[in-house]
């Protein structure tokens, strides 16, 4: 009997931090929710439970690479050592930076932070966190006095009323969104209010929509602030006796949102809608505000962020079960890089570039020298790489020529930079492209380390896989590199535990209670405990007490006053103009499936079913007037460039806006990276850029063909104006168009895969059709559809084929015709990736077996009942089926 181990982890993707039971035997891995992690109490999204489909080396960075050629880690280290001393001995230590992640360690972090500001002597070190919720930390510190999150994911159950802002938690955040849906059912008179410019997944369980004007929510709440004022629903006692700053707050409330039917108009809504949502949060004592990306990702973002937690404050409700404003933040580890001091405007430990701090921090590490004052955040770090200011840099777990604004130009600072040092898992993104040091780093399953979530919650990442080739964790790149530049002493870690260590005692260091982040209590655990630890909330400061999930119930907060602090808000204005030219408010985000730049989630077959290409949506009175039509590819642009995505009418989008998503990048399209057009303005205060306001043109593309090809092995280069690329089961699926066909595709896809096995085609050229296929053996090995007009046969059924050992010649007339045979169901575009169900098949199952709720279809075919993330559109297609008793998807 084999083997078979078990081991308790944390998931890589968002901010919840769901905790994982990974069971391995024989090299096969099955991955379930940890019941015991108070997280997600074994709940998992779809990408969570698909994270064994992206396990496999293909596409690993497992060797140093310098100048292009393999190489020893003793040349590669050498060279980063030397170059980066280089610079700092010529032009000073600000003329070098780091770019992190929160896909890093704590550990990892914590080395990365103590080089840069504590030996280094500059502070130039940021990371992708500052696109994020960078706009949160600064809200947080300018009302408690230190970036301290109030409240916990019990706190959504509990109350009576949540208010969701700028957040998609249906997907990006599933588990919560599962926790806050279950919940209802414990509270049937519980209220869930959603502010977003777009009706998101989230609304099927909203009882209001607020489809917000984009840029107006600091408006909306000063409203409600004036509101509480004007009804007598302001906390007089707690804000008395624990805030300040109340009147002038007040006072500005009411001078630019102080009557409702003005904001109402300000805002785009219906003022008696706005009253409901007003009168809701007066009445209800138990309310949670949660905010996300579309409050945190603005040129206002902190006000934003401030707007929100004034109401809170003056109606009392923080510190309380049920009651707090929230900030779910996106990644696994950004509340971990923000304890360490990752952001560029952080020191340490939660500690600022205040003199005492700074000493503080100095004596703790016995450094020679010390960063006096932040350095460059995300924009402005490449803005200043761009102008040859910074010289060297080093880029960890992240990938900045897809994912920062006005992308091309982050490319060409890439390009003049004189040394450019990427640490990845992965051998190929578009930003490894630039690097002149290529470094292997761990990745997931592989490495070993701490992370904390949304509701600051520590918790373990454990390995469970044997590093590959030549890859090394993080915190050894990084303190090799520290020992090569003559600081051995004070980076010779040995393992995580020795940095976690470390951490933990400068929490403590000279804390008397003015610093929130302490957990003082799991300094001095021995290497067994580390590795044993349970998931633990900060602060924890005595090792026998346990912490509080919640925050500020002794009404306490760190403020020199120790008074929480209102924010008097002004009315902000956007970063960048509509115009004639540029007409329309470009807003990206996530889909349900993906993550970031998709370097892991990309491997996996089944996430490519919900999502296989970037899709823009738009309402469908702006398609038609735009000249567009469904299918028909559109381009997106300004003057930072243009990109090309596939159009679908949506009625969930107000007009004048359009949303296209953030993952696709060079390795997966041919020119879909949305970073290349958004908006690089930022929140003057958090530094944050404007990810959710880009001003754009929306035009036809003509092309002369759409086509789509399914190939067995991943073909090297695709000549088409068009392509996009995803992973499926035994093959890649390649949707393409283009201007000008060639001469013959057959030679066209021979070029692709060779001379070997025989050719089955089929062509129309009155019509502008063309179908081949290659088998080889008589096993499928390409198939391409090629038509005048994006209307194609069903990718669904097709695919299927792939797993079949031998096509019958049955089958090659039907797979030629693109209508599949009495044998083959076309299972339509995919809902439940777990279960791989697709609309076509649901909505057969909803019509024959008169499935009336998500139960029934649960019951009837799985759909809905291991992640729950595809709910949402189970519901949707419930209403659909219920409004047109016949509805088939025909694609």
């Known amino acids: 009997m084999a083997d078979r181990q078990q081991t308790q982890t944390t998931c890589p993707y968002c901010g919840v931090g769901c905790g994982l039971m990974v069971t391995s035997s024989d090299g096969e891995y099955r991955i379930e929710g940890d019941v015991s992690h108070p997280a997600n109490r074994g709940r998992l999204c779809s990408k969570g439970s698909m994270l064994a489909d992206t396990l496999d080396l293909d596409g690993r960075l497992l060797e140093p690479v310098v100048d292009g050629e393999i190489t020893s880690w003793n040349r ?35 080395v990365a932070n103590k080089l840069m500001k504590g030996f280094i002597g500059g502070a130039n070190i940021d990371t992708n966190s500052r696109l994020c919720m960078a706009s949160a930390v600064a809200g947080h510190k300018r009302a408690f006095g230190k970036d301290t999150v109030p409240g916990c994911y019990e706190d959504l159950e509990l109350a009576d009323l949540v208010v969701l802002v700028g957040s998609n938690l249906a997907w990006c955040h599933p588990v919560l969104y599962q926790r806050l849906s279950a919940s209802r059912h414990n509270n049937p008179d519980k209220k869930i209010v959603l502010i977003d410019p777009r009706r998101t997944q989230s609304a099927a369980i909203a009882d209001l929509h607020l489809a917000v004007k984009p840029g107006t929510d600091a408006l909306l709440f000063n409203g409600l602030l004036a509101f509480l004022q004007q009804h007598d629903a302001i906390a007089t006692e707690f804000t008395g006796a624990h805030t300040e700053g109340l009147d002038a707050a007040l006072e500005t409330a009411n001078a630019n949102a102080g009557d409702i039917d003005t904001v109402a108009g300000l805002c785009g809504l219906e003022p008696g809608m706005l009253l409901e949502f007003y009168t809701l949060f007066v009445k209800t004592a138990r309310t949670v505000t949660a905010f996300s990306q579309g409050v945190n990702q603005s040129v206002s973002g902190t006000d934003k962020v401030n707007s929100i937690i004034n109401a809170h404050l003056a109606t009392g409700r923080i510190g309380k079960r049920g009651a707090c404003p929230f900030s779910v933040t996106g990644q696994p580890n950004a509340m971990g890089g923000r304890e360490v001091g990752g952001l560029a405007n952080q020191l340490a430990a939660h500690m600022d570039f205040e003199l005492d701090d700074i000493d503080r921090v100095q004596r703790f590490w016995g450094s020679p020298v010390i960063a006096s004052e932040p350095g460059l955040t995300a924009v402005d770090l490449f803005e200043q790489l761009h102008a040859g200011k910074i010289k060297a ?151 026998s007490s346990r912490p509080s ?169 695709v000549a088409a104006d068009y392509w ?99 044998d083959e169901v076309d299972a339509g575009a995919m809902i439940c990736a777990c279960f791989s169900v697709g609309r076509n098949v649901l909505l057969e199952a909803i019509r024959t077996q008169s499935l009336v709720s998500t139960t029934d279809i649960g019951n009837a075919l799985q759909a809905g009942t291991n992640c729950g993330s595809c709910l949402p559109e189970l519901g949707q297609l419930l209403q659909e089926a219920r409004a047109q008793p016949q509805l088939m998807d025909s694609v």
């Open 393 to 543: 840099i080093w880029i960890m777990a992240t990938n900045p020529a897809v994912s920062m604004p006005d992308a091309s130009r982050v490319r060409e600072a890439l390009e003049r930079c004189e040394l450019v040092v990427v640490s990845e898992c992965v051998e190929q993104t578009d930003t490894t492209q630039y690097a002149d040091v290529l470094l292997p780093s761990l990745t997931w399953g592989e490495k070993d380390g701490t992370v904390t979530n949304s509701e600051r919650c520590i918790s373990r990442q454990r390995a469970f896989l044997a590093s590959p080739g030549n890859a090394k964790a993080d915190w050894w790149i990084i303190a090799e590199v520290a020992k090569r530049l003559g600081y051995k002493e004070h980076f010779g870690y040995t393992s995580s535990a020795d940095i976690f260590d470390e951490h933990a005692r400068l929490s403590a260091f000279e804390n008397d209670g003015s610093r929130d982040f302490n957990i003082g209590g799991l300094a001095g655990l021995t290497a067994n405990e580390y590795a044993r630890l349970a998931p633990t909330y900060w602060p924890c400061t005595d090792a």
């Open 724 to 822: 996009t690329r995803s992973a499926g089961d035994g093959y890649w699926q390649y949707e393409l168009a283009g201007k000008h066909q060639p001469a013959a595709w057959r030679d066209w896809l021979r070029d692709l895969v060779g001379n070997a096995g025989s050719c089955v085609e089929f062509r129309d050229d009155a019509r502008g059709l063309y179908r081949c296929a290659v088998l080889v053996d008589d096993r499928l090995q390409v198939c391409l559809f090629v038509a005048a007009t994006p209307d194609l046969p069903s990718r669904s059924w097709i695919s299927r084929l792939f797993n079949d050992e031998t096509v019958s010649d049955a089958t090659r007339l039907n797979l030629l015709s693109g209508v599949p045979g009495p």
């Open 549 to 717: 999930r919640r925050m500020f119930e002794d009404r306490q907060f760190f403020t020199p006053s120790a008074k929480a602090l209102f924010v008097a808000v002004d009315t902000p204005a956007v970063s960048e103009a509509l115009s004639e030219e540029y007409p329309f408010i470009l807003n990206t985000g996530r889909v349900r499936d993906q993550w970031h730049t998709m370097t892991r989630t990309g491997k996996s077959a089944r996430l490519a079913t919900h999502h296989s290409e970037p899709i823009l949506s738009m309402h469908p009175v702006d398609v038609a007037d735009s000249k567009l039509c469904d299918g028909e590819l559109a381009r997106i642009g300004n003057d930072r460039g243009h990109v090309l995505a596939r159009v679908q009418s949506s009625d969930t989008i107000r007009r004048g806006e359009v949303f296209l998503p953030m993952h696709w990048n060079e390795q997966f399209a041919s020119n879909s990276a949305v970073g290349k057009l958004v908006n690089p303005s930022t929140d003057p205060c958090s530094h944050q850029p404007d990810m959710k306001y880009t001003p754009v043109s929306i035009s036809p593309v003509e092309n002369d063909w759409y086509g789509f090809m399914l190939i067995r092995t991943r073909a090297p280069k």
């Open 76 to 110: 590669a280290l050498d060279r980063v050592a030397g170059g980066f001393l280089e610079v700092v001995d010529k032009h000073g230590p600000d003329a070098v930076a780091f770019y992190v992640s929160g896909q890093l360690m704590t550990e990892d972090y914590y």
